[in-house]
């Protein structure tokens, strides 16, 4: 089964609109992180923001913000006041458990086109 | 703060020739790194976790003698893709574990730029 799944493939948004990348994951660890990354056309990939299973409020960081739904096991990104800089693939992701090596598990991606 | 510096950013070679790729963290000792592997339009993908001073863990379907992955030193991994073929031809591209903000519980993964690979 899927550990991270992202159910759009590609999106588009106005510029200035906010929009909502979707996330959902799969764990039965208690302790977990959730990350979303931005990976231009270049490749490098750009850390956004960051959820630990334990944080009780939503992250926000600047214009990014994570609608952390536990129960739903759902962490999706919302972008407000999209800029044309924001077409990008976006990527969520997952870290389970605490351990030294736990690595990132990738879902699919989505790519956003921004429209001016 | 938190760079990991990526090298090459691109690399084009012949078919039997070995490459490397190394990263380095440059302000933080990353006691553990990982090495993905993404081809295009698709996401990516573990090949291995690299511990500092101990052997690399693979993920299965993953050569080892294919992809050497040698972590030396705290701020220095390498990945040499030995005898590389055209199905080799990849972006290639490095994380480091670093704590976040000082939680030691937690943790953030910071990515080196990437290694376009292109085998001829």
């Known amino acids: 089964a899927q550990k991270i799944t992202q159910t759009q493939p590609g999106m588009f948004v106005q510029e200035k609109e906010a929009v909502t990348l979707d996330c959902t994951y799969d764990?039965?660890?208690?302790?977990?992180?959730l990350f979303w990354y931005k990976q231009p056309s270049s490749g490098e990939m750009i850390f956004l923001i960051y959820?630990?299973?334990?944080?009780?409020q939503n992250a926000t960081e600047g214009r990014y913000s994570l609608n952390f739904q536990k129960a739903r096991k759902s962490a999706n990104l919302v972008i407000s006041a999209s800029q044309l800089g924001d077409s990008a693939m976006y990527f969520c992701?997952?870290?389970?458990?605490?351990?030294?090596?736990?690595?990132?598990?990738f879902g699919g991606g989505t790519r956003l086109m921004v429209k001016p | 703060g938190a760079v990991v510096s990526q090298h090459p950013s691109w690399v084009i070679c012949k078919s039997g020739t070995s490459v490397k790729i190394e990263c380095r963290s440059l302000?933080?000792?990353?006691?553990?790194m990982f090495w993905y592997r993404q081809f295009p339009k698709q996401s990516l993908m573990l090949m291995a976790t690299?511990?500092?001073?101990?052997?690399?863990?693979?993920e299965q379907g993953v050569e080892k003698d294919k992809f050497l992955i040698n972590h030396a030193s705290l701020t220095l991994s390498t990945l040499t893709v030995t005898s590389a073929h055209p199905e080799d031809s990849s972006f290639y591209i490095c994380?480091?574990?670093?704590?976040?903000?000082?939680?030691?519980?937690?943790?953030?993964?910071?990515f080196g730029s990437g290694t376009r690979l292109t085998v001829v």
């Open positions: 959820q630990g299973s334990y944080d009780e």
């Open positions: 994380s480091a574990r670093r704590p976040l903000s000082g939680d030691t519980l937690n943790y953030g993964y910071t």
């Open positions: 690299s511990n500092e001073g101990s052997k690399a863990t693979y």
């Open positions: 992701a997952m870290r389970e458990g605490i351990g030294a090596g736990n690595m990132l598990t």
């Open positions: 302000d933080f000792q990353a006691t553990t």
């Open positions: 764990t039965s660890d208690q302790s977990y992180g």
